[in-house]
């Protein structure tokens, strides 16, 4: 089923197995969708996400966001549904509107308005209740978007929500007419705003975005813009669908095993190979170890005669698809001009890796890459790295 169309409607009974078989189904990756839904079911339900939703998206594609929020509904989970950040002069209606579509879906709603009392606290109770918070920001004098987005920031850091969606007709972000799929909010911002190519609509959402990662939101916290016709690829698959605004990674180097939590390293390496390494890959002390601050990525370098050879680049498994190893790349290539590496023939993210070095070889079982080796360097670079260790070991080896 194609993702760049509305969600499917829902039969009234479907039993909740069913739902998520056909969601599973919806998306076109069911192993990715399947580690999203468990990730998002395992936290409290008011962390799940918020999705702030523009007043043309509610005026030309209502059916989509209603058939969204029923699908989530049916798999137990309740996002925050926010109403009039950029016109809040349409807000009590489109939230009137929204209340009375959903209802007839069979879903129960609480609209609350952005001023109340305790808001974060009514949200909690709503969602746990199995129902539909719509929270209404609603005219009030002189408050600009930006101040609204401020407010609506900190409802989110009371929830300890982990992402915001902006449905935004266009879809995301664009320059050239290319879509940008991740922005680092820590050094994208000043070329994106003065490209002259982003709608005043989008330059807010981008400060804003800016605001509430670096100031307020865990490193984790992430804000997508994207289509109200790809809100499931968007939550639930590592690509997405959109563009994904976050907080660049913090990265810290480590000689060695020195300063390195290896318990949680050794969670991270298991989380994004599917299976944990060999208790005698940290018998071996590398030269050189980056972490990302909250250890949801690495990469591990060894030093020998030919260059840095990397050992790991691993991204856990909830964080794949934040732009974390890009940054981990654009960390450490500054300090290693010369490094080569393995990856099987299947890793998923080969691609990835073709686009970052300077050459490839296939050999059985294995491809090699490298960057910034002579010529000369090669062949002996191809037969050490396929003469390494097996550090995490498949059914097939």
């Not at 609204?148 to 266009?170: I, M, N, W």
């Not at 959402?205 to 605001?211: C, D, Q, S, T, Y």
């Not at 944990?276 to 071996?284: E, I, S």
Request: glycine residues 8%.
């Amino acid at each position: 089923m194609p993702l760049d169309h509305p969600t499917p409607a829902l039969p009234a009974k479907l039993a909740p197995q069913d739902v998520v078989l056909r969601f599973l189904e919806s998306t076109g990756r069911p192993s990715e969708a399947r580690l999203y839904l468990d990730l998002f079911r395992a936290r409290p339900r008011e962390q799940f996400a918020a999705i702030a939703i523009d007043a043309n998206v509610m005026a030309g594609a209502a059916d989509a966001v209603v058939q969204d929020l029923k699908f989530l509904a049916a798999l137990d989970l309740f996002p925050t549904v926010v109403l009039g950040i950029f016109q809040p002069a349409d807000a009590v209606l489109h939230a009137r509107s929204l209340r009375r579509h959903l209802e007839n879906e069979g879903l129960r709603v609480e609209v609350l308005r952005a001023r109340r009392r305790n808001l974060a606290t009514r949200v909690t109770l709503c969602v746990r209740s199995g129902a539909v918070p719509v929270v209404v920001f609603e005219p009030a004098g002189s408050e600009a978007p930006g101040d609204r987005l401020d407010r609506l920031g900190t409802l989110l850091g009371e929830l300890q929500a982990r992402k915001l969606l902006f449905l935004h007709r266009p879809g995301g972000l664009r320059q050239r007419g290319i879509l940008v799929p991740i922005v680092n909010l820590t050094t994208d911002v000043p070329a994106l705003l003065s490209s002259g190519e982003l709608s005043r609509k989008e330059a807010l959402i981008l400060e804003g975005a800016r605001r509430l990662c670096e100031e307020a939101a865990p490193p984790s916290f992430t804000v997508a813009v994207t289509s109200p016709l790809n809100v499931l690829r968007e939550l639930f698959t590592v690509k997405g669908a959109g563009t994904l605004l976050r907080r660049g990674a913090r990265i810290t180097r480590h000689d060695g095993w020195a300063g390195v939590d290896v318990p949680r390293l050794r969670g991270l390496l298991a989380s994004s190979f599917g299976r944990p390494p060999a208790d005698a890959f940290f018998g071996r002390t590398p030269s050189r170890v980056y972490v990302e601050e909250g250890y949801r990525g690495c990469v591990i370098l060894e030093e020998t005669p030919l260059g840095a050879y990397l050992t790991k680049f691993a991204v856990s498994a909830e964080a794949q698809g934040e732009g974390i190893a890009r940054d981990l790349w654009e960390a450490v290539i500054p300090e290693v001009p010369v490094v080569f590496w393995r990856a099987r023939r299947l890793n998923p993210i080969s691609e990835w890796y073709a686009k970052l070095c300077e050459g490839l070889m296939r050999v059985p079982a294995w491809t090699v890459y490298w960057k910034g080796l002579s010529p000369e360097a090669i062949p002996a670079a191809i037969g050490w790295a396929t003469a390494q260790p097996v550090d995490i070991p498949h059914d097939d080896d």
